[in-house]
């Protein structure tokens, strides 16, 4: 994980970006550089992930391009082969490969050639312009900007890198480019060309063996790799896939919980006996949990409910792991209820309406879940990997057949768990374990705490003018109107930057009357959280 800021004019002194480009050095505490010999400025704050020597440090500059990238590029061995007749690479860093591939395809081929997950801005000395890219799932953060004398466009791996630079500021979407002049999408998660005809079986046995293969691709790392375990299906099988992959080594696992019922930890606790892994649990408390909320919003930039509940315990947790461990890289489970669906998708009326639904909430990522992975994860200097978001995955997923991923079998994400029923990937019980809310299984009394303390912060009558004060998605809540009110403290007018609050599907019959994000007020939550 690395940050970085990128101006295509020379308007600021160095000091004025020096500051900026320090405001995600969390990001890549190794080593910085600043580039500023062209008419543009490019800052970097390296994580060493591949390639840990100096020769891996970047803005990368040849005598045409100067690049910056976030990101780890998977396909790069092959990439690379084909590419070495015409360059000499300096380092064995795999983002170096984006020059020479700009060079020979140019943006628009070169982007769709990327298996990755990646943020980046490249310059061209001879055309004099400055090209920028995101993942198609926006894994990697990107903002642009445009600066506030000149009106120059400026690129940053978070949002309060340009906040003393640009008025006018953006998430740059994923599954786009910049061309110097202007954005282009290229891929979108939910635009599949073709929809698969393959039956329940064909599903299962092609989704396992490409999770397996994203997984794989995910290990390759010059500086020790981690694992969050939760104990639900979707990181308990990256950590079953990646201990079977590395069978003479013990891999590392952590789980979080409240120091009241923390549901989840029982079940990580199994997990990681069944896989043999080197566990290590973290408890968190009341005053943990409110003593770091105004951190974790700033770290965020969201003012979403669910996105900051479900945020508390991972950066609790991330900054544990920093704190205790010698560890860069961190697998998680994230991107796969977008893909196999969450509790209330089973209330969709038909598969066309559960399409629908997982297209939007495969847009959306870059704002949610993705976001909260990121953020809690980097801001801990650390880099997360997200296996479930790979592309080849993601397109195969969404190509199925809709109808073989509703609920008809009374257990959600039921494919996936086929896809891995035999050989004995997890327990049984792990494997068809219902699915708990993620900011409600590190322990249901950490929203409790949550929304005690903004009813201590807030009156009805304050609610109530809420609407006033924030004409924008307007607090309904009084645990959204605090997080709106530290949000805008940091981010004053960057509301926008959240297109709305993540809520289940409203429109659908059973769901009309849901005011919470949490999957506990579902009806059929169940034996969920238990």
Not at 307 to 325: F, N, V
Not at 405 to 434: Q, V
């Amino acid at each position: 994980m690395c940050g970085f800021l990128a101006v295509d004019s020379k308007e600021f002194d160095l000091k004025t970006f020096d500051e900026a480009l320090a405001k995600c050095y969390d990001r890549g505490p190794d080593m910085t550089r600043v580039f500023d010999e062209l008419d543009v400025t490019f800052g970097f704050n390296r994580l060493a992930i591949m390639d840990l020597t100096d020769s891996g440090m970047q803005p990368f500059e040849t005598l045409d391009c100067t690049l910056v990238c976030n990101g780890e590029i998977y396909n790069y061995p092959e990439l690379k082969k084909n590419l070495e007749t015409d360059y000499e690479f300096t380092s064995s860093s795999d983002c170096e490969v984006l020059i020479p591939l700009y060079r020979k395809y140019g943006i628009d081929t070169m982007v769709k050639m990327l298996d990755g997950e990646f943020a980046f801005v490249l310059y061209d000395h001879l055309s004099k312009k400055i090209y920028a890219a995101r993942d198609i799932i926006g894994i990697r953060p990107m903002f642009f900007g445009f600066t506030k004398k000149e009106g120059k466009i400026a690129f940053a791996s978070t949002g309060k890198n340009l906040l003393d630079l640009c008025d006018e500021i953006h998430p740059f979407l994923p599954g786009h480019y910049y061309d110097g002049e202007k954005f282009v999408a290229y891929h979108e998660p939910d635009l599949t060309p073709k929809m698969s005809t393959d039956d329940f079986k064909t599903a299962t046995s092609k989704i396992h063996d490409l999770l397996v293969q994203s997984v794989d691709q995910r290990l390759a790392s010059d500086a020790p790799v981690g694992y969050l375990l939760s104990g639900g299906l979707d990181s308990s099988l990256v950590c079953s896939i990646a201990a079977r992959l590395q069978p003479d080594t013990k891999i590392r696992t952590f789980a979080i919980g409240m120091d009241q019922n923390p549901i989840d930890l029982k079940y990580a606790r199994e997990v990681a006996d069944y896989l043999g892994t080197d566990h290590t649990e973290f408890i968190m408390t009341r005053e943990d949990v409110l003593g770091v909320l105004r951190e974790v919003i700033y770290t965020l930039e969201t003012w979403d409910i669910t996105t900051i509940r479900a945020s508390i315990g991972m950066y609790i947790l991330c900054k544990k792991i920093h704190e205790t461990t010698d560890l860069k890289v961190i697998l998680t489970g994230e991107c796969s209820d977008e893909l196999f669906g969450y509790k209330y998708t089973d209330f969709a009326p038909s598969p066309e309406e559960f399409q629908k639904e997982a297209a939007k909430r495969l847009r959306e990522l870059y704002m949610y879940d993705v976001l909260r992975a990121d953020r809690c994860i980097s801001a801990n200097s650390l880099e997360g990997r997200v296996p479930f978001a790979d592309r080849e995955f993601v397109d195969y997923v969404m190509s199925i057949d809709p109808d073989l991923k509703m609920n008809h079998y009374h257990k959600g994400k039921y494919l996936l768990r086929k896809a891995f029923e035999e050989g004995d990937w997890l327990p049984h019980d792990i494997l068809m374990r219902e699915k708990a809310a993620f900011s409600d299984a590190v322990g249901h009394s950490m929203v409790d705490d949550l929304k005690e303390y903004a009813e201590s912060k807030y009156s009805d009558e304050d609610l109530a003018k809420a609407g006033e004060k924030y004409p924008y998605r307007t607090p309904f809540t009084k645990e959204s109107l605090l997080y709106r009110d530290i949000f805008e403290e940091f981010y004053p007018g960057k509301a926008d930057w959240i297109k709305d609050y993540w809520m289940p599907n409203r429109s659908w019959k059973s769901l009309e009357g849901v005011m919470d994000p949490s999957a506990r007020v579902l009806s059929n939550y169940g034996a969920s959280g238990e």
